[in-house]
């Protein structure tokens, strides 16, 4: 069968990616959207689309029952689900099928399989694939997994058996840590897929985690894309990957793609999947899990391959063979991918909503930019707040790094937080550069990633301002720039949450800091500036300014109480009025746009009051606890 239609189950950049491709392909895609989405990108590039239903996700893009209408109501042949979602859901497979529509996916057979960490891992152990040991049985009690865990050895890994993006995942560094984290971790699978059921993993110190892109077709044939290096990860989400993975020995790299043949084999599949490996330090290799659907990350293995992995979905799921055979599957060069997030890595990383005031992603040739957002959109509480995917391809991995740290350095987006600049400076690190780089090393703080302002930014930045005097008007108000003379002024912004000042005096095209330091803006040096923001970039390193009077909205730090920094709901309170307190003791947690935030107390005090219980929901500012005054 030849399909014509198809009907998206995802939205945002997923979407958008899946459009493109069919556009190249003379395929009328339909999209699908909650009331959220009802402007977004990805509906006003579909040649359709269908109101789901509220925001709410049962009520939407998870509800299968909708969908199904949907892909009938709009005249569709086939479903693609996308990644995340229902992308790996047996019962939309089954459902799909019964409707009599295509799914664009693997078998139910393997979702269902795969679906299940305990019973993947059994699988593989009988296929003879490596795995890390561990515990994945069927009992659940916290004696059993307590013991369990006790004889693996700590430091150990639990993982939600239907889990994925690092949710009901934790690192249990010693035997009174295991219950409290245990009950963390099946209350955050409970919560992500509906099931608490955990596995027991030994915890490899320095992991390298390293992934093979298949593919196989209902007539037996199965191929590989070669393998990708996704250890840059902070609290399991990937941040950066690339491919081919660097420092592999052609002995490790070619036992490792057979295994992952090998793994692929064992489960009679078709479709786009990935096997994931986690590496030691003596390039042992472990499988992990198996993703049963397009990754995130496909795009890298595209670029050195060539290959278009949705077309070849879409032709699998038409019956066809694999496009390509293993010989005449080859890696040219090397491809890095980004993650752009809006979050903020001066507070923990937190999501970062509001309106995208300004979005300016530099796209080149041997550059993607995938990206379910434009400038006017908003980053909403209610999704994942990825902004964009950049891909970039080179001809080795060192141009490579530095083409992606210039398309960061190039683009800009004003209006929420983002980790362009915590981006552009991991690059810039000696261990990314030689591949140094471990999926614990950002959660350990390994790395210092911060950097203090130099005087060549403060000079940038006047020279930038001054060249902008006639339109911006910054010189003659009273927002925190007070002329001293023609040329001379005090530059006052907001860095990092300081006050800075400083002095500036411009001496023909160069400039004095502080009276000590004289520098001429080069070439290299880039701003970018939006109202009262500015970024300036120097040496690939990124600072982000804001003028007097016009800094961005923060959340409230009062020692003496504890405010909700975001949108959320209560999901435990560990402490009640008249309770002594410890720095750093955690208070509460609550879960906002899939995360488990613990809020902690600055000081050794007393609880005066508690706000809210569990199940609350509060908003961003709203103060949960009240301490008593010092």
Same mark, same amino acid.
């Given at each position: ?10 939205r $945002? ?14 395929? =009328? ?21 269908? @109101? ?10 998870? /509800?299968?029952?909708?969908?199904? #209408? ?24 089954? #459902? ?35 795995c890390?040991?561990g ?24 993982k939600?058996?239907a889990? $994925? ?9 010693? =035997? ?14 409970? +919560?992500?897929?509906?099931?608490? @059921?955990?596995i027991?993993?030994k ?17 037996? +044939? ?30 490790t ?37 198996? /993703? ?6 496909h ?11 949705v077309?070849?979905?879409? =032709? ?43 979005v ?5 040739? +041997? ?14 509480? @209610?999704y ?12 080795d991995?060192?141009?490579?790094i530095?083409?992606?740290?210039r ?11 983002? +980790? ?41 930045c #006047? ?24 040329? #001379? ?8 949450g ?55 909205q923060?959340? =409230? ?25 410890k ?12 995360m ?5 107390v ?29």
């Amino acid at each position: 069968m030849s399909i014509k239609n198809i009907l998206i189950a995802n939205r $945002g950049e997923i979407a958008v990616r899946i459009i493109e491709t069919c556009r190249q392909l003379n395929i =009328k895609t339909i999209a699908v959207y909650a009331d959220a989405d009802q402007h977004a990108k990805h509906v006003t590039m579909a040649d359709e689309a269908v @109101h789901l239903g509220s925001t709410e996700l049962a009520d939407s893009y998870l /509800n299968i029952d909708k969908i199904i #209408a949907a892909a009938k109501k709009s005249g569709a042949d086939a479903v693609h689900p996308g990644y995340g979602f229902l992308s790996e859901r047996a019962n939309f497979a089954e #459902a799909l099928s019964q409707a009599g529509l295509i799914f664009i996916g693997a078998p139910a057979s393997a979702l269902r399989l795969m679906g299940s960490k305990s019973a993947a891992k059994q699988t593989m152990l009988q296929a003879g694939v490596p795995c890390v040991p561990g515990y994945q049985d069927d009992d659940q009690s916290e004696a059993t997994l307590q013991d369990a865990a006790d004889k693996v050895g700590y430091p150990i890994l639990i993982k939600a058996v239907a889990g $994925g993006g690092g949710k009901g995942m934790k690192i249990v560094h010693n =035997k009174e840590q295991f219950i409290n984290q245990l009950n963390s971790a099946k209350r955050e699978a409970m +919560n992500a897929f509906g099931d608490d @059921h955990v596995i027991l993993e030994k915890y490899i110190t320095q992991p390298k985690h390293i992934e093979v892109q298949v593919f196989a077709d209902s007539k037996g +044939n199965v191929v590989h894309l070669f393998e990708r290096d996704c250890s840059t990860q902070r609290r399991y989400q990937k941040v950066i990957e690339e491919a081919p993975a660097a420092g592999l020995s052609d002995a490790t790299r070619t036992d490792i793609l057979n295994a992952a043949i090998q793994a692929t084999q064992a489960i009679d599949y078709v479709g786009a999947g990935t096997i994931e490996f986690i590496m030691d330090g003596d390039d042992s290799f472990y499988f992990m899990e198996m /993703n049963t659907r397009l990754q995130v990350e496909h795009r890298v293995s595209e670029l050195i391959t060539g290959v278009d992995l949705v077309a070849w979905q879409i =032709k699998v799921a038409q019956g066809e063979k694999v496009p390509l055979k293993q010989t005449q599957i080859h890696a040219k060069g090397h491809a890095i991918q980004v993650r752009l997030y809006a979050e903020d890595p001066q507070n923990n990383y937190l999501p970062s909503t509001g309106l995208l005031e300004l979005v300016k992603l530099k796209k080149e040739i +041997n550059t993607l930019v995938d990206s379910g957002v434009r400038t006017s959109d908003s980053v909403t509480i @209610h999704y994942d707040p990825m902004i964009a995917k950049l891909v970039v391809w080179a001809k080795d991995r060192n141009l490579c790094i530095k083409t992606m740290q210039r398309i960061l350095n190039e683009s800009a987006i004003f209006g929420v937080k983002t +980790n362009v600049a915590f981006l552009s400076k991991l690059l810039a690190t000696k261990s990314f550069k030689r591949h140094q780089i471990f999926t614990n090393t950002l959660d350990n703080g390994d790395l210092d990633l911060s950097h203090n302002l130099i005087p060549e930014v403060v000079a940038i930045c #006047a020279h930038h301002l001054l060249s902008k005097e006639s339109e911006s008007g910054v010189w003659g108000n009273n927002n925190g720039w007070r002329i001293q003379g023609v040329q #001379a002024l005090q530059l006052q912004f907001l860095y990092q949450g300081e006050n800075v000042m400083h002095e500036i005096t411009k001496e023909g095209s160069s400039y004095l800091v502080d009276g000590q330091y004289h520098y001429t803006p080069q070439a290299s040096d880039l701003c970018h500036q939006h109202r009262h923001h500015i970024q300036v970039i120097h040496n690939d390193q990124r600072y982000e300014l804001t003028l007097p009077d016009h800094e961005a909205q923060t959340f =409230k730090s009062n020692a003496d109480a504890i405010y909700a920094p975001m949108p959320g709901k209560i999901i435990e309170v560990k402490v009640k009025q008249g309770d002594q307190v410890k720095t750093g003791q955690t208070l509460a947690v609550m879960e906002a746009m899939k995360m488990e935030l613990e809020l902690k107390v600055e000081r050794d005090a007393t609880i005066k009051s508690v706000a809210y219980q569990v199940a609350d929901q509060v908003k961003a500012d709203e103060m949960l606890i009240e301490l008593e005054s010092e």
